[in-house]
């Protein structure tokens, strides 16, 4: 499973961004997809997870303020950002897998920078 990122960039606290995660390959394999991010001298942490039925799990820090859905069809997972805050900068990664399993595929991360 091949996973590709995209949509992150500079935006300033209160406004919104869209990230993208298209994936390619094996993906009957997975059921589960997420978004994950890591900022500066900190572990990566969990955003939200979605699974293929649509059952979503958002971080505390981010729920009213983020929505995460996917397109099956398009085998694409998205990440709506509002309301951001500086300490939503962070490089967010797209991760993908099974409840099960965990996650073993992951994206390359796209960096999302919020100006105070």
């Known amino acids: 499973v091949q996973l590709q990122a995209s949509g992150g960039g500079l935006v300033q606290a209160g406004g919104s961004l869209r990230l993208s995660c298209a994936a390619s390959?094996?993906?009957?394999?997975?059921?589960?997809m997420g978004w994950y991010r890591q900022a500066p001298g900190k572990q990566r942490e969990l955003v939200a997870h979605?699974?293929?039925?649509?059952?979503?799990t958002y971080a505390d820090s981010v729920k009213d303020r983020f929505t995460i859905s996917r397109d099956n069809a398009k085998n694409t997972m998205y990440l709506q950002m509002n309301s951001l805050k500086p300490e939503d900068t962070a490089v967010y990664f797209c991760?993908?897998?099974?409840?099960?399993?965990?996650?073993?595929?992951w994206g390359k991360g796209t960096q999302v920078t919020v100006s105070s």
């Open positions: 979605i699974t293929s039925g649509g059952t979503t």
């Open positions: 991760a993908a897998g099974t409840a099960r399993y965990g996650m073993p595929y």
């Open positions: 390959g094996s993906i009957y394999s997975i059921n589960t």
